[in-house]
């Protein structure tokens, strides 16, 4: 599958940003049509065109989870219940972006997770302890900046899986996906004014938990 | 330069965390603008909420833990056919249909049996009580259906006391009470209390009814249904759910 020609394209594909993607036509998009030839190919009971569009996303699509359900055990497990649900509903694409429609399914899944983590709480945010959040891409290489961003990573993080389910998934939809109020309130299921308040609400407790390292994110 | 305000505590937060994002009104904006010009600790709050969203922005990927890509295995797992398609939609958390329905079903049918239960003439009458007061039997032995509590009644009642087969209930007054014949309720109910005719109150005209033995039957045997169904379907659920966290 690795060596498949549909891979290689995917590899050679330019990083779209959110605004990219809206603005342009699915026609004019050459990453669209590719999702839809893969969409339409796995439709046709093809599991390795699945797989493809698996490989291309599931990076971005574990960072969403990851962020929404703290527990990196859980979150994989989301990401993978929502790859499950994406293949069986296959036939329920109703054309579009694939990669909204991943992010759909992903953000229902993470929910899900969140209410199971609900009814059946494990210990909880043992990522906090592991190194494998890495730095963001463009870091400087000065060793002194990188420790800041690390320490300025795991003290957001910390205070991100502190905040209630509700603010991180409105925070990290609005923040880091790029979504505008009224994708999150459609995502979310609640009104434009809840979405508004949980992200400001969010904002205001991640500085409360952070009152004492704020300096981290003050130069 | 800005100044420590002492009315800093009077500042809304919640107004200055939306102002990051454009989301106020003019009579708002205007209001934060106020404070932003007036207000040190509301400049220190607005720039550490612009931090925090930049940061928030470019923090670290984490790195995924596994390949997520599916096995023919999978695959026709994930197909999932007749009842494991039907376990997993109820075990979903986002089924909404399943609780409510089983919470339904089962109030239902709780209520049924209750309901079939309670003497009717607590309900509409004293039939069943008029059987109760006259021979010390307690309610509950009293058949919920007014023909047998008004039969009771008739059986049971003491000689001379309403010879008005089968309508001994037409002594009752309708609150438990035995009414005598010339008791004042049944004169005025009955209208042609003076004649000392067996006309009967107003309350205890199931006494009078056809017996419909099939009435309360029928209740209880819904009522168990929908009491099975509902507790059957919240086990169900359960089960479905135990089988998706493991």
């Avoid at chain 1, 300025?152 to 409105?170: G, H, K, P």
């Avoid at chain 2, 059987?131 to 919920?144: F, H, N």
Wanted: hydrophobic share 45%; net charge negative; charged share 25%.
């Amino acid at each position: 599958m690795l060596d498949s020609p549909r891979l290689t394209i995917a590899i050679r594909r330019d990083p779209q940003t959110m605004e990219g993607l809206r603005s342009t036509t699915v026609a004019d998009d050459p990453v669209q049509r590719r999702d839809l030839i893969l969409i339409e190919q796995a439709r046709d009971g093809d599991l390795g065109a699945f797989n493809d569009l698996v490989v291309l996303y599931q990076d971005q699509l574990y960072a969403l989870v990851v962020r929404m359900v703290p527990d990196r055990d859980q979150a994989a497990d989301a990401v993978q219940e929502a790859f499950f649900s994406a293949f069986r509903n296959l036939k329920s694409f109703r054309g579009g972006s694939v990669k909204s429609w991943l992010n759909r399914i992903c953000v229902n899944a993470a929910m899900d997770a969140q209410r199971a983590k609900k009814r059946r709480p494990v210990q909880p945010y043992p990522e906090l302890d592991d190194e494998s959040w890495q730095p963001p891409a463009g870091e400087s290489a000065d060793p002194e900046r990188t420790a800041v961003a690390a320490e300025r990573t795991r003290a957001l993080s910390a205070a991100l899986a502190t905040i209630t389910d509700d603010q991180r998934t409105a925070i990290v939809l609005f923040d880091i996906e790029g979504y505008d109020y009224a994708e999150i309130a459609e995502m979310t299921g609640v009104s434009l004014g809840t979405v508004k308040s949980r992200i400001h609400r969010g904002r205001l407790a991640l500085r409360d938990l952070m009152e004492g390292r704020m300096e981290l994110f003050r130069g | 330069m800005t100044t420590p305000a002492p009315d800093h505590a009077t500042h809304d937060p919640l107004l200055i965390a939306s102002h990051l994002d454009g989301t106020l009104d003019a009579r708002e904006a205007t209001l934060v603008h106020e404070w932003l010009a007036t207000c040190e600790p509301c400049v220190e709050l607005r720039a550490d909420l612009v931090a925090i969203a930049a940061a928030t922005r470019t923090m670290a990927m984490p790195t995924r833990p596994r390949d997520f890509t599916l096995t023919a295995a999978d695959a026709e797992r994930a197909r999932g056919r007749g009842w494991r398609r039907v376990l997993a939609a109820i075990a979903s958390p986002r089924d909404r249909v399943t609780r409510p329905l089983a919470v339904g079903l089962t109030t239902l049918g709780l209520a049924g049996l209750l309901l079939a239960n309670i003497p009717t003439a607590s309900l509409f009458g004293g039939a069943a009580s008029a059987g109760a007061t006259s021979d010390g039997a307690t309610s509950s032995q009293v058949e919920m259906n007014g023909v047998d509590a008004g039969a009771g009644a008739a059986a049971s009642a003491p000689v001379g006391a309403a010879p008005l087969v089968p309508n001994a209930a037409a002594t009752s007054d309708g609150y438990g009470q035995v009414a005598p014949e010339s008791s004042p309720i049944r004169d005025t109910a009955g209208g042609e209390s003076g004649k000392g005719t067996d006309k009967v109150t107003g309350g205890d005209h199931l006494g009078a009814t056809p017996p419909a033995a099939t009435g309360p039957s029928i209740l209880i045997a819904a009522s168990i249904l929908m009491l099975a169904a509902g507790v059957a379907l919240a086990l169900l659920r359960w089960g479905a759910r135990r089988l998706g966290d493991g």
